[in-house]
């Protein structure tokens, strides 16, 4: 094995353990117990992601990337907006009946919490969610809608509407707050949300 081979399976070890811990105990996780359970020391982590923050930092972009991955595949091109935006709503309740999906909520919550508890952290998780749903917003520009076609301000606005609703949405599921909140019903959320007043551009019309 190679010295970057050595590192990489080190790196999604220390990745894999944090996980597991972070997901369970929030802002108290322990580095000592990652390192543990990755068969490593805590120096490692320190050498790989600098901090804990930079570990969980690391950990938040490595699920977001192959999240984003998996959207882009379940989202094809050549659909208008309204297909896409359904496309990726059913993609998203799917998902949410996966075998790891509660130790994902789990950790979607437990981030929440750390956040709360580390302004440094919490701005800079805001900025590597953004930079991640970068891909969300360049996956609907340019799909026709209403005549016209999606602009990226216009997308970057859905994105955001359609955050707010899945996140809301897939947390009250597995507590029972959604009852019938199933594949249709997802979509045709998302499909209201797409066709209404989200794709306005105030500031456009302003000016």
Known sequence: MTRAEAKERNRRALLDAAFQVVARDGYRAKLD???????????????LFGSK???VLALVADHL?????????AVPAGLDLLEAVDAFARYYRRSGDGPDALSHLSLQITLLDMALHDPELRSRLAM?????????IALFTGRPHSGGVVTTRQARRLTIALRA???GLSQGVPLGLAPGADEQYFADAAR????????????????
């Open 33 to 47: 117990e990652i390192a543990e359970r990755a068969d490593l020391t805590t120096g490692a982590v320190y050498s």
């Open 165 to 167: 609703l899945f996140v």
């Open 192 to 207: 209201a949300l797409a066709s209404g007043t989200s794709l306005i551009d105030h500031d456009a019309d302003a000016s």
């Open 128 to 136: 590597s969610i953004r930079s991640q749903e970068e891909h969300l």
């Open 65 to 73: 990337r192959t999240y984003y991955e998996e959207i882009e595949q």
């Open 53 to 55: 923050n930079g570990l």
